[in-house]
């Protein structure tokens, strides 16, 4: 069985830095992209971020470029989010998912239960 | 970009009706349109991808249809545990999402 468990969301003040986990099972963690996907309260889904197989590519939403970094590491079947410069408009649940890449992102297969991310003074 | 319209953003129906929620996209998108459901609370789950294709261990009054500009997704006979919101997606773009509610 896919499992996603993410953690290390809480509260933070603006300006601030977090890093989020996602650990993988239940499947080869190394074969598929990765991605990050956020909730603010009371609103729809935004993807924010993945990461090839290997690493070697990363794409951003364009309000996160140049503060968030995502990585991976094959080793320990882990996803990463780090998170810097947080703003309010950060405050969300993150999720991690797992998606079906043929050329381009095709769909989310798998997602985990969510860390919630609160950015405030 | 490609821009997602989904619509209505909200609906009420009763147990047993059909229901149907539409998504537009800005340009051809072939049959790349995915659809999940979302309970309160809850992770989103993917019920549809590829427009018509039921993922594995979603029952079969959810369906989808579409390609080009313009797909929808259909509940036959409404259940109570139906109740979510639902979103379509293509690539990395999700549509605003249509909330349903048991009339």
């Known amino acids: 069985e896919v499992q996603l468990v993410e953690s290390g969301g809480g509260l933070v003040q603006p300006g601030g830095s977090l890093r989020l986990s996602c650990a993988a099972s239940g499947f080869t963690f190394r074969n598929y992209w990765m991605n990050w996907v956020r909730q603010a309260p009371g609103k729809g889904l935004e993807w924010v971020a993945n990461?090839?197989?290997?690493?070697?590519?990363?794409y951003y939403v364009d309000s996160v470029k140049g503060r968030f970094t995502i990585s991976r590491d094959n080793a320990k079947n882990s996803l990463y989010l780090q998170m810097n410069s947080l703003r309010v408009e950060d405050t969300a649940v993150y999720y991690c998912?797992?998606?079906?890449?043929?050329?381009?992102?095709?769909?989310?297969?798998?997602w985990g239960q969510g860390t919630l991310v609160t950015v405030s003074s | 970009d490609i821009q997602m319209t989904q619509s209505p953003s909200s609906l009420s129906a009763s147990v047993g009706d059909r229901v149907t929620i539409t998504c537009q996209a800005s340009q051809d998108i072939n049959n790349y349109l995915n659809w999940y459901q979302q309970k309160p609370g809850k992770a989103p789950k993917l019920l549809i991808y590829?427009?018509?294709n039921l993922e594995t261990g979603v029952p079969s009054r959810f369906s989808g249809s579409g390609s080009g500009t313009d797909f929808t997704f259909t509940i036959n006979s409404l259940q109570p545990e139906d109740i979510a919101t639902y979103y379509c997606?293509?690539?990395?773009?999700f549509g605003q999402g249509t909330r349903l509610e048991i009339k």
């Open positions: 997606q293509q690539r990395i773009t």
């Open positions: 998912a797992r998606s079906v890449v043929v050329t381009v992102t095709r769909y989310f297969q798998h």
């Open positions: 990461i090839k197989q290997d690493g070697s590519d990363k």
């Open positions: 590829d427009a018509s």
